[in-house]
């Protein structure tokens, strides 16, 4: 796991939740494939149902949720005095639907659930090899159906992004863990050497620099310390984290800002109504500053239909936008009016901008601009895409949303 000072760590050397970690690792896999393929298969199955009903696939789901009650006042009476501590004082009328909410989630969950394996058996669902099964081929169906079927190439392909992200968040824990263990062990290797005690030595480099004693100016002392030792003692951490997929993305002809012939290629499939999206957003935004005449941002489209009730309208109304060239401008409003994404405020917004009303109105409609999107969303998941956002920087998936993850991928990239 490690070396420094002439001693080496190895599993057996961590805490006994790191062990267990490490052990139970290859089952979590296997028990994520496993769910991995239930949700496909869901999700197939609703597809199927929604056109054979000429509806959505979220108009599916929805109806299927109607069907489940209500819970009683009563009982919504005694969630909310269970919870009064946490409810910041507000009375019962102002919390009553976010608790419906909540208290509906499992039920229609379990009601959804049921209605899949109804549709497994009008669909004639057949399953067909392991998805854990050793020694799996390409072309080896996982299951079949009424019009379709899987094979181990599509689940792979289709997921590989998510089981990428399973991974490399173990290792990353894993990482960590290792750190942690090396440094500690080189606080005492240096106390011994300076001969003094550990705690003091803690306080020297640590405790005793700080003034605002918050998590985060210790977190600093202590990352400085740490480097300090590990350079002093020719620390190596050898857990590595797995390589992130690396694909052709293609950049199609949607919105781009940037040189066309930048060194960089940044894509960016979104869901204007989600708000991991809109927080992210600002903060690639940001990222990109430093490297503005380096690169060239894209954004593509990926509505998550079943999840987000507006996003398929909202994504088409910022192409509509963007025949008028306003996308990037729109999109900053989208992000920011999450709440109101029906027709009419799209239209609103777009008027807002000076848009010409009655271009945005045909755009926003035409079925050209929806093949559009849909051939977005096709293309996406052809990349492993099942969640937003969903970002590339020359082709390789970014894990970590933050400043540090995006100036990191755009630095790796420039280097190549």
């Known amino acids: 796991m490690a070396t420094a000072n002439g001693r080496s760590w190895t599993i057996k050397d961590l805490s006994p939740e790191a062990r267990e970690a490490h052990s139970t690792f290859p089952a979590k896999v296997a028990n994520v494939r496993k769910q991995l393929l239930s949700q496909m298969l869901g999700e197939t199955l609703i597809e199927v149902e929604a056109k ?21 006042p009563a009982e919504i009476k005694t969630v909310y005095d269970i919870n009064q501590a ?7 009328e102002q919390v009553r639907s976010q608790i ?22 009008k669909y004639k669902v057949v399953y067909g090899k392991d998805v854990n099964a050793p020694g799996l081929k390409p072309a080896d169906l ?15 392909d289709a997921n590989r992004l998510t089981l990428y992200s399973f991974e490399a968040e173990f290792y990353d824990g894993l990482k960590a863990e290792t750190e942690a263990a090396v440094y500690d062990a080189l606080v005492i290797d240096e106390a011994k050497a300076l001969k003094m005690d550990a705690g003091d030595l803690i ?5 005793g620099k700080m003034k605002d004693f918050t998590d985060a100016e210790r977190e600093g002392y202590e990352a400085a310390f740490r480097t300090k030792l ?36 940044i894509v960016m499939f979104s869901d204007f109504q989600c708000s991991a999206c809109s927080k992210t957003h600002p903060v690639l935004k940001e990222a990109m500053v430093p490297f503005a005449d380096k690169i060239r941002f894209v954004v593509r489209d990926y509505p998550l239909e079943t999840m ?24 900053e409003i989208l992000y920011k009016n999450q709440d109101a994404l029906d027709d009419a405020s799209l239209k609103k917004y777009a008027a807002d901008l000076g848009l010409n009303a009655a271009q945005f109105a045909l755009d926003l409609n035409s079925e050209k601009t929806a093949a559009e999107v849909r051939k977005d969303m096709a293309e996406g998941k052809t990349y492993g895409i099942n969640g937003t956002p969903a970002i590339f920087v020359n082709g390789q998936f970014v894990r970590r949303l933050s400043p540090l993850g995006f100036k990191n991928a755009i630095e790796n990239a420039l280097k190549k």
Request: charged fraction near 25%; aromatic fraction near 6%.
């Open 52 to 72: 054979n009903r000429n509806i959505t696939a979220l108009a599916v789901v929805k109806a299927e949720a109607k069907k489940v009650k209500d819970p009683t």
């Open 86 to 92: 946490q409810l910041g004082g507000k009375t019962l």
């Open 100 to 121: 419906i909410e909540v208290m509906r989630q499992e039920p229609e969950e379990k009601a959804l659930a049921k209605f899949v394996d109804t549709l497994a058996v």
């Open 142 to 156: 996982l299951y079949s159906m009424t019009g379709g079927q899987l094979t181990v190439k599509e689940f792979d």
């Open 203 to 207: 306080a020297r480099e640590v405790t």
């Open 230 to 265: 590990f350079t002093k003692y020719s620390a190596k951490v050898l857990v590595t984290e797995p390589a992130a997929p690396v694909q052709t993305v293609s950049v199609d002809d949607d919105p781009a800002r940037g040189p066309a012939n930048a060194p960089v290629t």
């Open 308 to 331: 987000h009730e507006n996003a398929f309208r909202a994504a088409l109304a910022a192409n509509a936008a963007n025949a008028q060239g306003k996308f990037f401008e729109y999109t």
